[in-house]
């Protein structure tokens, strides 16, 4: 019933996200539509001026904050699965090489992996960002800001993917098909991309989904700090570090709005991966 309602969550949020376009009632990006006179309206109470309703408010800026949700939804969704899906391609390949091949490999890509799990992966995030952004052109920075940012988190979080992907195939490498296939004179890369990577998927599929959830947080927790997502193109994480600002002036629900709306994506998301990680688990069952 938990994974149930947790699904229902997500799709929901997902589909909020999509259809922003026609569910936001403003278009909160829009300097052309915003009105300073309805900054500051709490929500479901109208302006002093304006007389305007917002259903979860308005910031300083007077954008409704609803609308500002959604349309953040997106860029939050987008960075999380880009780099969900940079960090799953390179943990999968460096572990299926350092598990098949072993040796000098094996043990380069470990230790690099070992490294790197000693530091927290939001710092390591943060460092990729400050390198990628340093040697950018200054024109360009801010241009190629998400694309350098997922390029952060994916890089900080390969290494789970390769940690599973290596022990699974050092497991399915000892089995006789495998041996099999090496008796017909298969290709090394045949071999990991054809026979080992297709039943090595299930573990994938269950890290995926929880890096998802940890990338979206990552993501937030960068452009809380400042160094992720431009205030222009405000995801989740840049909607709660404007919200903060305004939390002790008694603007409360600038701050709560975003913070519940990430909390639920994470928590749907986390709990989801939890029961794919059951269901896909054989000794389970």
């Given at each position: ?241 404007i919200g903060q600002d305004f939390l002790f002036s008694g603007e409360w629900w600038i701050l709560l709005f975003p913070a519940l709306t990430l909390l639920a994506l994470a928590l749907s998301i986390n709990l989801f991966g939890d029961w794919l990680r059951d269901m896909l688990n054989?000794?389970?069952?």
């Amino acid at each position: 019933m938990l994974a149930v309602g947790s699904f229902f969550v997500f799709t929901t949020i997902i589909l909020l996200a999509i259809f922003a376009n026609y569910l936001a009632p403003h278009t909160p990006f829009d300097p052309s539509t915003l009105n300073l006179m309805n900054g500051f309206t709490p929500p479901m109470e109208p302006n002093e001026f304006t007389g305007q309703v917002f259903l979860m408010g308005t910031d300083d800026q007077g954008r409704d904050l609803f609308s500002t949700i959604l349309y953040g939804l997106r860029i939050s969704l987008f960075v999380g699965l880009m780099a969900v899906l940079l960090a799953m391609v390179l943990g999968v390949i460096l572990g299926l090489i350092s598990g098949f091949s072993g040796g000098w490999l094996d043990i380069i890509i470990m230790r690099l992996a070992d490294i790197q799990m000693t530091f927290p992966s939001i710092l390591v995030a943060m460092l990729v960002y400050g390198v990628a952004r340093g040697m950018l052109p200054p024109e360009l920075r801010y241009e190629m800001s998400i694309t350098v940012l997922i390029i952060s988190i994916g890089l900080s979080e390969w290494v789970p993917f390769a940690r599973t992907v290596r022990g699974s195939t050092l497991v399915e490498k000892e089995k006789d098909y495998i041996t099999s296939a090496r008796m017909l004179g298969l290709k090394r890369f045949s071999i990991m991309t054809r026979h080992i990577l297709p039943n090595i998927l299930s573990p994938v599929l269950v890290i995926a989904t929880i890096t998802f959830a940890l990338a979206i947080i990552a993501e937030a927790t960068l452009s809380f700090l400042g160094v992720g997502v431009p205030t222009t193109k405000p995801s989740l994480g840049t909607l709660i570090r404007i919200g903060q600002d305004f939390l002790f002036s008694g603007e409360w629900w600038i701050l709560l709005f975003p913070a519940l709306t990430l909390l639920a994506l994470a928590l749907s998301i986390n709990l989801f991966g939890d029961w794919l990680r059951d269901m896909l688990n054989p000794k389970i069952h």
